[in-house]
């Protein structure tokens, strides 16, 4: 059973999510994880002037995600920071690019999931995983988020990201926080979850 983590991150809040989603799907026995970035769109000398081309560096080495992968895997885990309250453009575009794998129904029956990052507590979390969903329904994917199981989420104590849509973090204004202990249990909870789920379907 094959589990696909594919996200993209611009300054490395979105990776730290993806390496503890991954962590956690590697809990489920007979699982292979594997995971991949989108490919990258906006030219060097933007990336240099929004401040990414060094934190990008961290992540390089994970391979760029072919979009016919997918077909690949039981269960799909994408993850982005949010832009706007919305997915950014760079996941829009590598999902724009599915519609072959649309037209074969090659990911119908497939688990997937979603996790993000903003700079703000409310800055768009809960809507760029709920709007994350449509495409993936579209394709024809079984949504799994992060049930209240984990029970990480209900507390007050701390600012914390995730909801019952998702794994998240909340990056500060300037990236300068980086996930926390609560939200990368989170994540982990996720991917175990998510992992669970198509071991269960692919059996
Ligand atoms: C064009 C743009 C739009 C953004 N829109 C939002 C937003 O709507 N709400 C928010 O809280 N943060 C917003 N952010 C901040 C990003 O969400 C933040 O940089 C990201 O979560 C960090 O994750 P990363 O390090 O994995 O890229 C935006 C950033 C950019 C560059």
């Known amino acids: 059973m094959k589990v696909l983590v594919v996200f993209y991150s611009m300054y490395g809040h979105i990776y730290?999510?993806?390496?503890a989603?991954?962590?956690g799907a590697r809990t489920v026995a007979g699982t292979q994880v594997e995971m991949r970035r989108v490919p990258e769109t906006l030219s060097q000398e933007v990336l240099k002037n929004m401040g990414a081309v060094e934190a990008q560096k961290a992540f390089a080495h994970i391979p760029v995600c072919e979009v016919d992968e997918l077909a690949s895997a039981d269960a799909i885990?994408?993850?982005?920071?949010?832009?706007?309250?919305?997915m950014c453009g760079q996941m829009k575009q590598f999902i724009d690019a599915t519609v072959n794998l649309w037209a074969s129904g090659a990911l119908v029956g497939k688990v997937g999931s979603v996790f993000t990052s903003s700079a703000t507590q409310h800055g768009g979390q809960e809507s760029t995983l709920l709007t994350f969903h449509v495409p993936l329904l579209h394709l024809g994917m079984i949504i799994a988020g992060l049930p209240y199981a984990f029970q990480g989420q209900m507390r007050i104590d701390e600012i914390t990201g995730g909801s019952p849509y998702g794994a998240s973090t909340i990056a500060g204004g300037q990236g300068e926080r980086m996930p926390s202990e609560n939200e990368l249990a989170g994540a982990r909870f996720q991917g175990k979850h998510v992992a669970t789920i198509a071991s269960q379907l692919t059996k």
């Open 16 to 19: 730290r999510l993806a390496e």
């Open 77 to 86: 885990i994408f993850g982005t920071p949010t832009r706007y309250g919305n």
């Open 21 to 23: 989603i991954a962590e």
